[in-house]
């Protein structure tokens, strides 16, 4: 997968705009971040939880990380390159579920 791919997944889900965040692509959901495409346009940090991202990046330190300043905050690093194409996108619409209305959140894993 690239960072194309991984953008396109995330503009895909409802209710989901491109914003810009501090010069990098942000992807919210009623104004609140679930996705940003780092500066070096292979990394996405996702919103998570901070069990599951010690998780993968204790098993795949080369694919998942914890961002610089960020350890108090539930979100992850993935190098979508390196990353199985299956878990980006789960991580992508796992991301969204945490910011996006319940009742969308239900609509969409329902569907």
Same mark, same amino acid.
């Not at 705009?17 to 495409?37: Q, Y």
């Not at 346009?41 to 599951?52: A, C, M, N, S, W």
């Not at 979100?75 to 619409?93: N, P, S």
């Given at each position: 997968?690239?960072?194309?791919?991984?953008?396109?997944?995330?503009?895909a889900l409802p209710g989901t705009e491109? &914003?810009?965040?501090?010069?990098?692509?942000?992807?919210?959901?009623?104004?609140?971040?679930?996705?940003?495409?780092?500066?070096?346009? %292979?990394?996405? &940090?996702?919103? &998570?939880?901070?069990?599951e991202r010690a998780l993968l990046a204790?098993?795949?330190?080369?694919?998942?990380?914890v961002p610089e300043g960020f350890a108090?905050?539930?979100?992850?690093?993935?190098?979508?390159? &390196?990353?199985?194409?299956?878990?980006?996108?789960?991580?992508?619409?796992?991301?969204?579920?945490?910011?996006?209305?319940?009742?969308?959140? %239900?609509?969409?894993?329902?569907?």
């Amino acid at each position: 997968m690239n960072i194309a791919e991984a953008r396109a997944i995330a503009l895909a889900l409802p209710g989901t705009e491109e &914003t810009d965040h501090g010069g990098k692509p942000s992807f919210r959901v009623n104004g609140k971040i679930f996705a940003i495409i780092q500066a070096d346009g %292979r990394t996405l &940090t996702v919103k &998570t939880t901070k069990e599951e991202r010690a998780l993968l990046a204790s098993a795949k330190p080369e694919t998942y990380g914890v961002p610089e300043g960020f350890a108090h905050l539930s979100y992850m690093h993935v190098r979508v390159e &390196t990353a199985e194409a299956g878990q980006v996108r789960e991580l992508i619409e796992a991301a969204w579920g945490w910011v996006a209305p319940k009742k969308a959140v %239900r609509a969409y894993f329902e569907r």
